[in-house]
């Protein structure tokens, strides 16, 4: 099976308000794919589409060849169980500590003993560079980029075959921002992991994409590899890029 | 125009009603389903049951000790003051305790519950949940349910005797009652059915406080002020249902 997620013409509204009009494309099996776009272009709408925390109006969303749409509860938790997901906050569990906000997914998706979760979530930790004293600490006494360090070790945590990326870097400085970029890298790359991001960060996405598609108005309106972007003269890629306060995206 | 608005107003209600009757299906369906949150269960059930006693033990206390001093005031112009001790049991099971113990756990656990609930919903907690395979309402909403049904008649209880007790410390030792005489006079004229009666409105109260205090936790939206709005609406309409409820189901188990 070639692609891990297909989307054919997804179309979602708020109210009479379009969100997604239309939006298509595919993710290889270990592709990194980006979606960028400004604030309100309905990029995290498509992810919460794709993922069914929002069913769409029309379109179709396949997660390893299933119609999302057409499984059952129970059978969308177990393809939910092959999807880890990084959230733009972190969306840890405050009423839990670290090591049991890793090992969440373990104990209660996949039924595993709370013994053997936390082996496997201190090892996640590892993964992310966080060692064994921050077990015990709960998510207000972390700093941003640890909790999104913490976020990414709870979304491998189920080994997942797909981790969907929203924002993650967004309110971090320049430095933490290459830690999360690496540590995504290395998920992609070493884990072999297929990747969806969505994010506004333009260096971030030249680090981690292997294909970009920008998103404005709800409609995917450029799509290429990461080698493309710098080539393109697309007049909205190049504005997004260059960060140009003059241009298509004005006067649209 | 006014046809309008009001077409409006009685299709806002009867969709309110209908996510509502949703959401509470969808919560006790899945709910009932092994396998079960027990943790959770239980935690709730401490939050409820025991974290609840300070504030409803003092509540049943002052409003006993009132409520006697203020039927001494009426019962002795008709010189009928040995009917006190039977009148504050009877306010106190039947009606007062569970009344006043559902609405002091609605501004305590269902406002907490719609805080809690509303901001897991705002900061993705909710979303992570469902993309990490847990249904929520079976974690978060039903082992609430749950706790609120079970032990809120278990409040109701205590809330009755320390009410009586409150009563009995006026009567005895301010109003110099006898107290052998004020003991005998609540105990015989207590029937089984004036504690049960109560108890029940206590089960229906608990699960209404709870299913209003997650059902507008998850309606929440937009951030800090929508939570506030939300925990505002949670208290108002629990406390609402509550006293309607309460005439109904006097009505019915008179």
Same mark, same amino acid.
């Given at each position: 099976?070639?692609?891990?997620? #297909? ?19 595919? %993710? ?27 069913? +769409? &109006? ?16 129970? *059978? ?7 999807? !880890? ?8 569990? @405050? ?13 209660? !998706? ?15 930790? #590892?993964?992310? @560079?966080?060692?064994? #004293? %921050?077990? &015990?600490?709960? +998510?207000? $006494?972390?700093? !941003? ?7 990414? *070790? &709870?979304? %491998? *945590? ?19 921002? !290459? ?6 890298? &290395? ?15 333009? *260096? ?5 994409? @292997? ?11 450029? $799509? ?17 890029? @260059? ?10 | ?8 107003? /009685? ?34 059930? /401490?939050?409820?049951? =025991? ?87 079976? =974690? ?33 030792? =301010? ?60 208290? /108002? ?18």
């Amino acid at each position: 099976m070639p692609y891990v997620i #297909e989307v054919e013409n997804l179309e979602h509204s708020f109210g009479k308000k379009p969100v997604l009009r239309g939006v298509s494309f595919k %993710i290889r099996r270990g592709e990194s794919y980006v979606v960028i776009g400004g604030s309100g272009s309905g990029k995290s709408v498509l992810m919460k589409c794709i993922l069914r925390l929002i069913k +769409p &109006r029309a379109g179709t969303v396949k997660i390893n060849g299933q119609d999302v749409s057409s499984l059952s509860q129970k *059978a969308m938790y177990s393809t939910l169980l092959k999807c !880890g997901v990084l959230y733009q906050g972190g969306a840890l569990f @405050d009423s839990l500590n670290v090591i049991d906000n890793v090992s969440f997914g373990l104990v209660y !998706g996949c039924g595993m003993s709370k013994k053997t979760a936390y082996k496997t979530a201190m090892k996640n930790l #590892e993964a992310v @560079d966080l060692g064994p #004293e %921050i077990a &015990r600490v709960f +998510p207000a $006494e972390l700093s !941003g980029g640890m909790k999104k360090r913490v976020a990414l *070790a &709870r979304a %491998i *945590a189920t080994n997942p075959d797909i981790i969907f990326f929203d924002e993650p870097t967004t309110g971090l400085d320049p430095i933490t921002t !290459g830690v999360i970029d690496n540590l995504i890298v &290395r998920c992609t790359k070493e884990m072999g992991i297929s990747a969806l991001s969505i994010t506004h960060d333009v *260096a971030s996405m030249k680090r981690i994409s @292997d294909t970009v598609g920008l998103i404005h108005d709800g409609k995917m309106i450029w $799509e290429g590899s990461n080698r493309d972007l710098t080539t393109t003269d697309d007049p909205y890629v190049r504005q997004f890029i @260059d960060g140009s306060p003059i241009g298509p995206f004005i006067r649209s | 125009m006014f046809l309008v608005s009001v077409g409006r107003g /009685v299709i806002l209600f009867l969709s309110s009603i209908g996510k509502l009757s949703c959401f509470l299906a969808e919560s006790i369906v899945v709910g009932l389903m092994p396998r079960y949150h027990w943790k959770q269960i239980g935690q709730q059930a /401490v939050q409820i049951g =025991y974290f609840s006693l300070p504030v409803v033990g003092m509540t049943a206390l002052f409003t006993g000790m009132a409520m006697t001093l203020q039927c001494y005031t009426g019962f002795s112009k008709i010189t009928a003051e040995s009917a006190i001790p039977s009148v504050v049991m009877i306010a106190m099971t039947r009606e007062l305790g569970p009344v006043l113990t559902a609405l002091m756990v609605a501004g305590r656990l269902g406002a907490s519950m719609t805080a809690e609930i509303g901001t897991m919903k705002v900061t993705e907690q909710i979303d992570a949940l469902t993309t990490l395979s847990v249904n929520s309402y079976k =974690y978060l909403v039903f082992p609430r349910i749950l706790a609120g049904t079970i032990f809120l008649p278990f409040l109701v209880l205590i809330d009755d005797i320390i009410g009586i007790l409150g009563g009995y410390l006026v009567g005895v030792h =301010y109003l110099h009652f006898n107290a052998a005489n004020y003991i005998h006079n609540t105990i015989s004229s207590m029937s089984t059915w004036d504690v049960t009666s109560g108890l029940i409105k206590g089960a229906v109260f608990g699960f209404i406080v709870c299913v209003m205090g997650c059902y507008h936790g998850y309606l929440s939206n937009r951030g800090a002020e929508g939570v506030g709005r939300a925990t505002t609406n949670s208290v /108002v309409s629990s406390s609402i249902m509550i006293l309607l409820l309460d005439c109904i189901l006097t009505f019915v188990l008179f």
